[in-house]
């Protein structure tokens, strides 16, 4: 299996523009989860999804961030307009969401960085 | 969510046991321990869990106090490539899937 799989690995960009993460999750898993890390305040979730159908996104830091899961193998996090604070390692991680204590399996992230 | 305290930091010796303590004294009934590390520019990974007994897998073992108010990670021989930061979770196992991270301990690993 391939594992959680994001892309791209590394985004540069400049205050103002758009940004698409991508996420695919481990084939199978019907849970989806966006977490992200900065030194200042760890790892937050962000939002997560079970079938397709998003749950929880109080996490989301205000109306320039969206998600969202269109199938269940694919996800996108996108920030619009985006600012420097938005600067982070966004992760992606997927589980069963129909079995107790199922472990998340997460990808390797993408490093954003917004000048 | 009820709170998990571990220590910021630990060090350790290659090829000694290393035990990496939590202390979660508000843990309600339906809290499972889980333990996740997250390697150097990976995403976290998942360690172990369990509920009330001691577990044991490939990975590391689980020490779980009679009173549930604390737990230990234990590695029973640490390499250099289980330097990482190792992350003590309870999760509500009547609540779905979602995890919250506290700050973990980081682990290091001399030769």
């Known amino acids: 299996d391939a594992g959680v799989i994001q892309s791209p690995r590394h985004e540069v960009t400049e205050m103002g523009q758009e940004v698409t993460l991508r996420c695919k999750p481990i084939?199978?898993?019907?849970?989806l989860f966006w977490y992200r890390q900065t030194m200042m305040r760890g790892l937050e979730l962000l939002i997560y999804f079970n079938n397709n159908v998003p749950i929880d996104d109080s996490g989301m830091p205000e109306d320039r961030f969206s998600a969202k899961m269109p199938n269940a193998s694919f996800s996108t996090l996108k920030i619009q307009p985006s600012e420097p604070r938005d600067s982070a390692v966004y992760f992606c991680?997927?589980?069963?969401?129909?079995?107790?204590?199922?472990?998340?399996?997460f990808g390797n992230g993408t490093r954003l960085t917004v000048t | 969510d009820a709170k998990t305290t571990q220590p910021n930091s630990m060090e350790s010796n290659e090829e000694e046991p290393v035990h990496l303590p939590c202390n979660h004294s508000t843990i309600s009934g339906t809290d499972y321990i889980h333990w996740y590390r997250q390697l150097p520019s990976q995403g976290p990974e998942y360690v172990i869990h369990?509920?009330?007994s001691n577990v044991n897998n490939r990975m590391a073992s689980l020490a779980i106090a009679e009173d549930r108010k604390s737990s230990t990670l234990i590695l029973h021989r640490a390499t250099l490539r289980d330097a990482a930061v190792y992350y003590c979770i309870l999760r509500d196992g009547n609540a779905g899937n979602m995890l919250t991270f506290g700050g973990g301990t980081r682990l290091m690993v001399k030769p």
């Open positions: 991680a997927s589980s069963l969401a129909d079995r107790n204590n199922s472990p998340l399996h």
């Open positions: 369990g509920l009330t």
């Open positions: 084939s199978g898993h019907n849970s």
